[in-house]
């Protein structure tokens, strides 16, 4: 297993609500990215954090935001939620953006 | 805008012998990265192999193998001796010299290792 750690696990989130999904990076890691895996397809990159600045983003609306904090940790914020939200959510980190990423094992986000 | 093709939505394989992924690619860059990632039900996204772009041999990882062939644009994962353990989703992925943590993945191959 790798050292990143995303919580929760699970999660049922009402349409219109919002939600937020964390993600603990592996020690050392500065960069941590954000994919989205709706069911039966692969992961989607929504955005990327190097160094508590966003260094990338995906074709995702403004509702998806997102954060890294001093320690590397990172968020991701989804609001108005959307049934199409409901997904597999993945954080990957890594010790720089042109090194091996390692990923979590994702949050699964079910939007009724 | 790159993308990333794979044909093979399902294959089975029997348990010992040898299977071959296939995945295609296109993009106008001419230094990037192209991966095999694993997903087993855990869910965990697990680096099987990487090439490099400017690389012209062809990486191996034990029983894991690409061929490589740049000017097709096409990156084909081997396994030998298949295990019941390879059981998975298999994804091609691509990315940027640059920023290899901005990946962008095929629709993945389900393998099956039968005994």
């Known amino acids: 297993e790798t050292g990143v750690t995303q919580s929760p696990t699970h999660l049922i989130k009402t349409r219109g609500q919002q939600v937020t999904l964390r993600c603990s990076s592996q020690?050392?890691?500065?960069?941590v990215s954000w994919y989205q895996q709706a069911l039966g397809q692969g992961p989607q990159f929504i955005f990327q954090?190097?160094?508590?600045?966003?260094?990338g983003r995906g074709n995702f609306p403004p509702r998806f935001s997102g954060l890294q904090f001093p320690n590397y940790s990172s968020e991701l914020n989804v609001n108005a939620l959307e049934l199409d939200d409901s997904a597999l959510y993945l954080c990957?980190?890594?010790?720089?953006?042109?090194?091996?990423?390692?990923f979590g094992q994702g949050t699964r986000l079910t939007v009724v | 805008a790159q993308t990333v093709t794979q044909s093979q939505p399902e294959m089975s394989v029997q348990e010992a012998e040898t299977v071959t992924l296939s995945c295609t690619y296109d993009?106008?860059?001419?230094?990037?990265?192209l991966f095999w990632y694993k997903q087993p039900p855990s869910r965990q996204m697990i680096l099987v192999i990487r090439?490099?772009?400017?690389?012209?041999q062809n990486a191996t990882e034990n029983r894991f193998s690409v061929n490589f062939q740049k000017a097709a644009k096409s990156f084909s994962l081997k396994i030998s001796d298949s295990q019941l353990g390879d059981t998975a989703m298999y994804f091609c992925?691509?990315?940027?010299?640059?920023?290899?943590?901005?990946?962008?993945f095929g629709a993945g191959t389900r393998l099956t290792v039968k005994p």
């Open positions: 990957a980190s890594s010790s720089g953006v042109s090194t091996e990423a390692f």
């Open positions: 020690s050392g890691h500065n960069t």
């Open positions: 954090y190097y160094r508590e600045e966003e260094n």
């Open positions: 993009t106008s860059e001419n230094n990037y990265y």
């Open positions: 090439q490099e772009a400017y690389k012209q």
């Open positions: 992925a691509f990315s940027a010299r640059y920023n290899n943590n901005d990946m962008r």
